[in-house]
């Protein structure tokens, strides 16, 4: 059982504000997923 909660980090801003570069960042710790969910994913349901 691990000895901490999980902590979900949702990221918005505007175009080139660095969420893509934040996000990368906080993935490259351990037991880490990464999600990228962008507009065209969207339009696609």
């Known amino acids: 059982m691990p000895d901490h909660s999980p902590t979900l980090h949702m990221l ?3 175009i080139a504000a660095g ?3 934040l996000a ?3 993935a490259s710790s351990p037991d880490t997923v990464l999600m990228a969910l962008s507009e065209e994913t969207h ?3």
Request: charged content about 15%.
């Open 12 to 14: 918005c801003g505007k």
């Open 19 to 21: 969420k893509s570069t």
């Open 24 to 26: 990368a960042s906080l």
């Open 43 to 45: 339009l696609l349901s």
